[in-house]
Nanobody, 125 residues
Framework: VQLVESGGDSVQAGGSLRLSCAAS????????MAWFRRAPGKEREFVAA????????YYADYVKGRFNISRGDASNTVYLLMNNLKPEDTAVYYC???????????????????WGQGTQVTVSS
């Protein structure tokens, strides 16, 4: 089982990026998926999550209105479209997958079963 993130890059403030997470090794169509991030010197924090069928999404307040999480047609991929990037968005972004028992309450808890290695996003002012 493997999650592989891609799409990280260095951009200027106000720019956009789309991160991708490709899952392999099993079918993730029944798994909830999420993005977390860790900035230098900070704890890992929740960014966005989507339920197993894509019907429900949640966002952290600091990205709401700027980021969009979506699942690919094959459901083994999840994307994070990031618009109007800010320097404080600089971090390593991690994809996560799992069957969250109480998704509507625990979507932001980093207890997902599977994690990727991360992709670096750097936003300069």
């Amino acid at each position: 089982v493997q999650l592989v993130e891609s799409g990280g890059d260095s951009v200027q403030a106000g720019g956009s990026l789309r991160l991708s997470c490709a899952a392999s090794g099993r079918t993730f169509s029944s798994y909830d998926m999420a993005w977390f991030r860790r900035a230098p010197g900070k704890e890992r924090e929740f960014v966005a999550a989507t339920s197993w069928n894509g019907g429900t999404t949640y966002y952290a307040d600091y990205v709401k209105g700027r980021f969009n999480i979506s699942r690919g047609d094959a459901s083994n991929t999840v994307y994070l479209l990031m618009n109007n990037l800010k320097p404080e968005d600089t971090a390593v972004y991690y994809c996560a997958a799992g069957r969250v028992f109480d998704f509507d309450n625990d979507y932001g808890v980093p207890r997902y079963d599977y994690w990727g290695q991360g992709t670096q996003v750097t936003v300069s002012s």
